[in-house]
């Protein structure tokens, strides 16, 4: 093999090995019988979200996958494969089988996920956690949660004694033009 030819395979390799280690989450999925039009539109998508997609030879993945300590990935690259980097360790797997309910073609093989290699199966559970977002918006209701509840006790109280609190009110506003008068008189 020619010097320059195998150089460069080993830096493509290197360069593969660096992805996985540092990125915190690595999906390898099966494209095979996606349409152009539809692998762009999952780019589109993935690139929305940060997410790298990659198609490498797999003896290269293989090769880097051995590299990075993580030769269990090395079981599901086989077929047509492509592999989606990124630094969020749910985006690329909820992506992709978000895409993959409506494009059959599409199968999620296994993953790295924060420096562990999971199955199929696992990648589905990753998938199924909300994005950063929705995390947020959950953790801001359980915060939200204890006040909010105050306020519900509080208007019930209110609303349950409608008579107490109105006749007070209703004295205080039959007194005020009785007063006025009577200053004004004076």
């Given at each position: 093999?020619?010097?320059?030819?195998?150089?460069?395979?080993?830096?493509?390799?290197?360069?593969?090995?660096?992805?996985?280690?540092?990125?915190?989450?690595?999906?390898?999925?099966?494209?095979?019988?996606?349409?152009?039009?539809?692998?762009?539109?999952?780019?589109?998508?993935?690139?929305?979200?940060?997410?790298?997609?990659?198609?490498?030879?797999?003896?290269?993945?293989?090769?880097?996958?051995?590299?990075?300590?993580?030769?269990?990935?090395?079981?599901?690259?086989?077929?047509?494969?492509?592999?989606?980097?990124?630094?969020?360790?749910?985006?690329?797997?909820r992506i992709l089988?978000?895409?993959?309910?409506?494009?059959?073609?599409?199968?999620?093989?296994?993953?790295?996920?924060?420096?562990?290699?999971?199955?199929?199966?696992?990648?589905?559970?990753?998938?199924?956690?909300?994005?950063?977002?929705?995390?947020?918006?959950?953790?801001?209701?359980?915060?939200?949660?204890?006040?909010?509840?105050?306020?519900y006790a509080v208007?019930?109280?209110?609303?349950a004694k409608p008579?107490?609190?109105?006749?007070?009110?209703?004295?205080?506003?039959?007194?005020?033009?009785?007063?006025?008068?009577?200053?004004?008189?004076?």
């Open positions: 093999m020619n010097k320059e030819i195998l150089e460069s395979k080993k830096t493509l390799v290197e360069a593969i090995a660096t992805k996985m280690k540092e990125s915190a989450s690595t999906v390898v999925c099966e494209y095979r019988g996606l349409t152009v039009a539809e692998v762009t539109e999952l780019r589109r998508k993935l690139r929305a979200e940060n997410v790298e997609f990659k198609v490498y030879k797999n003896s290269m993945v293989s090769r880097a996958a051995e590299s990075a300590d993580f030769a269990d990935l090395c079981e599901g690259l086989t077929g047509p494969n492509a592999i989606a980097f990124s630094s969020d360790a749910v985006a690329p797997a089988a978000e895409f993959a309910k409506t494009h059959k073609a599409l199968v999620l093989k296994n993953g790295i996920v924060e420096g562990r290699v999971l199955d199929s199966a696992n990648m589905a559970q990753i998938a199924s956690i909300p994005g950063r977002e929705g995390l947020i918006s959950m953790f801001m209701s359980c915060l939200q949660a204890p006040l909010r509840n105050v306020c208007n019930a109280v209110r609303d008579e107490e609190t109105s006749a007070p009110a209703a004295a205080a506003e039959e007194a005020k033009p009785e007063e006025s008068a009577a200053e004004a008189a004076a």
